[in-house]
């Protein structure tokens, strides 16, 4: 270590001023990122990261301050900077990339004032030659178009391209150091491939440092060369991106590491932490991880305050006084499968739904110019009883639309989905009988939506089965049995949501949707919103009450990892269309369509020893969009003009595979080239 | 943070209770005043400002028990020293009526009037840009245009309009209030139910084959509670703003009833000569209305705070 560490932080501790005294959020954070290093600082929320990346660029507004320790950017303490030294730092040694770009665009400037402002407030160009810059910076983060870019407002661009916006907007000014907050979050897979190999394509050529805030294991083992993991404000164990995920040492890290869904033997009972985050504050004696450790020893534990300690070789340091002890195999996993019973017969049938959004767009609303936007196009498929069926794609490509169809909450233009006889898909959920409001329910995405926070859990419940047909006299006995069922504690029926966690919140949607007693359990994004721990308690629930009830699941995802270790079949979707369909375990180890070979080696595995080679989409102009194959524009196995010209026909690619491509299976497993998603650690 | 207050009642953490003596339920709604008070001091402001109104309440409820002259009773020897005197604590107006007596019961009409017209207003109001917000479509579009034209109508035109029509009443000066209570309180609720609409509980409520009506006013309104609780308090001091202007303008209740606006009109003669026949009843408006604002601004700050 002889070099001068970018940025190190020597017993940081963060407070927020709080009614009766101050809450300390990070506690006596000490590590260094070095030049040209990515770090990747790692925890759930509420774990104090983005509060210690605040601390970093001395955001920290009125309630939250520094409570000890330092905070040093090149040797140069950043804590006691004065206001006007700290804005020259900002402006031309630290930038910051936050999660959500549209948040960070002003949406009434342009991309070219926006680009140019902070470098020309902080006298590094002049304004002629910052435009130039400008063009250059755009050029670099591989935008298509850049002088026209300039005069766009950010509205007028997709997710993907306002973050590399956001990301030229770091680079102009030619800092040191990077703050990445949840950088890609926001996005799709495959952009997100696309994103994290530019920043590290832009690492390398500008030779900038990294510091990765995030919550997604697979993007740090795919990005970083060095790993901190936080827990409780605390960091409990750093080291090289191998030794965390070759070798972790705290609980906590390889709790966290285990029940990611997607690696391992498919519908395993994920090994899912008890209990809860705890809150910032919250008096526990010793370990912070104590309460929710398996490895847990009362008296050695709880006795002393931890210290991170080094006791193995290399700069691997653990928070943990068991660490030694605990080494080898992962936490044990249930390895039986949750599954007593076997799909059986179809019980819904899609058979050519389409549903067509008209957007009328006119100056002032006098000339509207229709704009029709396919959300689904002919989709043909069929759900068995007691199966888990995965629709998966990218936002947009309608999968949620299909799930609205399927309630009733939206109506099919054309098309038929057939149950018990009966075509329902044009009849909206105000329309439906009682037995077929029942046959579907549904969990919704957000825990923070889901529930109305005017009643109480038991009183939500109490509602759900009323409508549901269940006498008065049994209500009070039912919602006691349905509380028990997604395992929560019968107190909690007296809170109202506000007093839940997202954890929670989602049990309770679980919970209303089952009071109907439900043949078919549609579950939109179920877990997308909810932290690793608790994703993973949420999947082994969702598996539990659709096998003890033999239930059809209809999974609609984004997460290639749950959908994988949930799913029986897949559906594939891209803008609208089916583009394959067959048996999880098919779909997933031979990825026929080209679409989906995309989208799957666009997966971040949380091993680093297996990089992500993503393969780049095309991007090219379709001659007459709305005819031929809906992801000609974009792929990387284009034939022709027979692609744009004529709908590709299906291809059973084994008995139980389907895709339409107007390649034959023999021709597909030609491998394309690839590009790495990350620069080499 | 941000969101409501998270701070809930003690009374609805059970569900209803059965039928329980009177001396029980005296002491829970003893404890819910004792609560609510408790939660109304931890700000200033709305503790300045519920005192201001507590004590207007006050001497309205209490005028028929205070020691006054009698509100419409003249006495001509106090017109030779209208000033206050130890007779007449606040002086006499113009016609050598007791002005402390007027003011007292003049709290009546504002405090009787007001409530009414705003809670009439809200009633409306809110079913109107709850149901318009709520189906959207037509019904929204002729509601919110019918809205649009009132607000853009010159109010005061208007009710002057109605009242020399069909001449001065409480219940016309309700009326008049209500003509601009109801467009605002409709167009409020009309943004609130329109975000509110689109989250979740409410698809799943229809997934379980609630009626629009139950999904309306028993899923949504009382969602939307915080900011129209917060619009109601600073809207009953506009309204008594109002029922001021209109006694001002002659158009309020007939004399010799005793009105703030009224005796403020009848002031002006005499501004010059007597000013403390027009301040004093200035004064009671004024704190009254600025009580019930600064109430506002405090919910809004103790439910920012929590």
Known sequence: MSTTPILSYRELSVAYRAVGGSVEAVRAVTFDVEPRQSFGLVGESGCGKSTLAMATMGYLGDSGFISHGSVSLLGKDLVGMDAGALRAVRGSQIAMVYQDPMASLNPAMTIGRQLTEGPVRHGLFARREAREQAIEMLRGVRLADAERMLDRYPHQLSGGQQQRVVIAMALIARPKLILLDEPTTGLDVTVE?????????????????LLYISHNLGLVAQVCDRVAIMYGGEIVEIGSVDDIFKNPRHPYTRALLACLPGAGETRRRLPALPGQIPSPGAAIPGCVFGPR???????????????????????????????????????????????????SSPLVGIEGVSKTYVSAKGPFGLKPAYRTVNANAGLDFEANRSEVLAIVGESGSGKSTFAKILTGLETADEG??????????????????????????????NPDDTLNPSFSVAAALRRSLKKAGVPRRDLARRVHELLAVVRLPQEL????????????????????????????????????????????????????????????????????????????????????????????????????????????????????????????????????????CCFAARCPRYIGPVCDAEAPPPRPASDRNVFYCHWSPA??????????????? | MGKAAPTSLPADSGASPARRGSAERFIRLAGLVAYAWRYVRRSGTATFGLTLVAFWVAAALLAPLLPLHDPIAIDYAALNYPYPTLNHWLGV?????????????????????????????????????????????????????????????????????????????????????????????????????????TRDFVAAAQLRGESSLYIMFVELLPNARGPVILDACARFGWTIVLIGILGFLGVGLPPPTPDWGGMIREATNVLLVWPHMAIFPCIALATLVIGFNLVADGIAELSNRA
């Open chain 1, 416 to 445: 038929k989905i057939i149950i018990g006889g009966n075509d329902i898909a044009r009849t909206p959920a105000r329309r439906r009988s009682r037995a077929l409001l029942k046959t579907f329910q549904m969990v919704f995405q």
């Open chain 1, 193 to 209: 491939a696309a994103v994290l190999d530019l920043i590290a394509s832009l690492k390398e050529r500008f030779g900038v440092t």
């Open chain 2, 93 to 197: 107006d113009p016609k050598g009526r007791d002005m402390l007596a007027r003011i007292v019961w003049g709290a009546r009409i504002a405090l009787g009037l007001a409530p009414v017209s705003v809670l009439c207003g809200y009633v409306i109001g809110c079913a109107l840009g709850t149901v318009a917000a709520y189906f959207g479509g037509w019904i929204d579009t002729v509601a919110s245009r019918l809205i649009d034209v009132i607000l853009a109508f010159p109010v005061l035109v208007l009710y002057i309009l109605l009242i020399t029509t069909v001449g001065p009443s409480a219940l016309n000066i309700v009326a008049a209030a209500l003509m601009s209570i109801v467009p605002a309180v409709a167009r409020l609720t009309r943004g609130l139910i329109l975000e509110l609409k």
């Open chain 1, 667 to 681: 021709d597909l497993a030609r491998p394309l080239p690839a590009m790495p998603a990350s620069g080499s650690p």
């Open chain 1, 493 to 628: 029926g007296d809170r109202r949501p506000y007093r839940l966690s997202g954890g929670q919140k989602q049990r309770v949607a679980i919970a209303r949707a089952l009071a109907a007693g439900p043949s078919v359990l549609v579950c939109d994004e179920p877990v997308s919103a909810l932290d690793v721990s608790v994703q993973a308690a949420i999947t082994n629930l969702l598996l539990d009450v659709q096998d003890s009830n033999a239930m059809t699941i209809i999974l609609i995802s984004h997460d290639l990892g749950l959908v994988q270790h949930m799913a029986d079949r897949v559906v594939v979707m891209y803008a609208g269309h089916v583009v394959q369909f067959g048996a999880a375990r098919d779909v997933y180890s031979r990825p026929q369509h080209p679409y989906t070979e995309v989208l799957l080696s666009a997966r971040l595995n949380p091993d680093p020893r297996r990089p992500t080679h993503a393969i780049p989409m095309a991007r090219r102009e379709s001659p007459a969009p709305g005819k031929g």
């Open chain 1, 293 to 343: 450790c398996g490895e847990f020893h009362a008296g050695l534990c709880d006795s002393r305050p931890i210290t991170l300690e080094r006791p193995f070789l290399g700069d691997h340091a653990v928070r943990c006084v068991r660490s030694r002890a605990i080494s080898g195999a992962m936490p044990a996993s249930s390895p039986a499968p949750l599954r007593r019973v076997p799909p």
